[in-house]
């Protein structure tokens, strides 16, 4: 009847280690993964003064990429950046154009269109505060002197 305890350990794998999950629904898409074996495993000493790192696999079966265009961490705004985005989205510029004036300022960055709408989400989240959109919407009827 022994105790069973989860262990403090960190696994770290390539992104692109694993097989690709087939959905039921018969669409093909696409997938990053190949089956990369990389990884290594990382546990606390015994003394608790360091941690111990063990590479179960340190090769990858894949080039590097080109661009690192679609990683989530990469493709974050910075805080500069969502100030940039907020002030646009303000203005009513068109998403697209907010993502062309994002990379004009810097070349190299690789920040898709899919975080500029996130980020919008998130200005508007804050506007509305705990009120659902349709409570929202009747407070902006309701201080527009709007009769309904």
């Given at each position: 009847?022994?105790?069973?305890?989860?262990?403090?350990?960190?696994?770290?794998?390539?992104?692109?280690?694993g097989k690709h999950k087939r959905t039921d629904s018969g669409t093909q898409s696409a997938?990053?993964?190949c089956g990369c074996p990389f990884k290594i495993r990382s546990t606390p000493t015994n003394d608790e003064s360091g941690w111990k790192i063990d590479v179960?696999?340190?090769?990858?079966?894949h080039g590097l990429p080109d661009r690192l265009e679609g990683h989530s961490f990469i493709g974050r705004l910075t805080t500069d950046e969502k100030?940039?985005?907020?002030?646009?989205?303000?203005?009513?510029?068109?998403h697209r154009h907010i993502l062309l004036s994002l990379q004009d300022r810097d070349p190299e960055n690789?920040?898709?269109?899919?975080?500029?709408?996130?980020?919008?989400?998130?200005?508007?989240?804050?506007?509305?505060?705990?009120?659902?959109?349709?409570?929202?919407?009747?407070?902006?009827?309701e201080d527009a002197g709007y009769v309904y």
């Open positions: 009847t022994g105790k069973r305890e989860r262990s403090n350990k960190l696994i770290f794998g390539c992104d692109r280690g997938s990053k993964k179960k696999c340190g090769l990858h079966n100030q940039h985005v907020a002030d646009l989205i303000k203005r009513h510029v068109p690789v920040t898709r269109i899919t975080q500029v709408y996130k980020h919008k989400s998130v200005i508007q989240k804050e506007i509305r505060g705990p009120r659902s959109e349709i409570q929202h919407l009747f407070k902006l009827i």
